[in-house]
């Protein structure tokens, strides 16, 4: 199974700040991953997938890059409503598999 | 519009069989595949398994051999069975639709949790 190291775990930042979040494929995964955010009690939303394209309704604060096998999450101005968990996931190859999580807190 | 809604037990027995329904209105499972992703409580996600639009169905290596996923497409129902469960299988269930003609799992049900405790 291709693995999905999230980091950093948690995170603490401030309105306005730039926030970036990464996940490291334990393999080539191309452009095959997606990031969701999940608020408490929520169902999880998807926000960009295949690496750099915004979900339907996604604020443009929201990027997504990659590096090799490394993906990167960027918040451009953090904002309220951010708060929250964080997943990457890889559909390259079956079992699709989900990061760890990133949990994003206001400081 | 699209819509997922998973339905089933609140608390199961340990070793017994969990069947969990997802009932979905806005599109057709016939062209569309539905997914189960599973989070226990204050962790993170796992993907359980799929039916895609032809009927055939993929499921997570390390439970396929408790895993079922079916479906009836007249009710707009998916079904998921896993037998032998044990305290590790108590998580929300979530069932998903992915956008069209890709992985991505853009819509979501609001989940159900499932306790396994005797």
């Known amino acids: 199974d291709i693995q999905m190291t999230q980091s950093p775990a948690s995170l603490s930042a401030s309105l306005e700040e730039i926030v970036t979040i990464t996940c490291q494929a334990s393999q080539n995964i191309g452009n095959w991953l997606a990031w969701y955010q999940q608020k408490p009690g929520k169902s999880p939303q998807l926000l960009i997938y295949?690496?750099?394209s915004l979900a339907d309704g996604v604020p443009s604060r929201f990027s997504g890059s990659r590096s090799g096998t490394q993906y990167s999450l960027k918040i451009s101005r953090l904002q309220v409503e951010d708060i929250g968990i964080y997943y990457c996931?890889?559909?390259?190859?079956?079992?699709?598999?989900f990061g760890g999580g990133t949990k994003l807190e206001l400081k | 519009q699209v819509q997922l809604k998973e339905s089933g037990p609140g608390l199961v027995q340990p070793s017994q069989t969990l069947s969990l329904t997802c009932t979905v209105s806005g599109f057709s499972l016939t062209s569309n595949s539905v997914h189960w992703v599973r989070q226990p409580p204050g962790k993170g996600l796992e993907w359980v398994g799929a039916i895609w639009s032809g009927g055939s169905t993929d499921y997570n290596s390390a439970l396929k051999s408790r895993l079922s996923i079916s479906r009836d497409t007249s009710k707009s129902q998916v079904f998921l069975k896993m037998n032998s469960l044990q305290t590790e299988d108590t998580a929300i269930y979530f069932c998903?639709?992915?956008?069209?003609?890709?992985?991505?799992?853009?819509?979501w049900g609001q989940g159900t949790l499932v306790t396994v405790s005797s």
């Open positions: 998903t639709r992915v956008l069209q003609w890709s992985y991505w799992f853009a819509y």
């Open positions: 996931q890889q559909a390259s190859s079956t079992p699709w598999t």
């Open positions: 295949g690496t750099t």
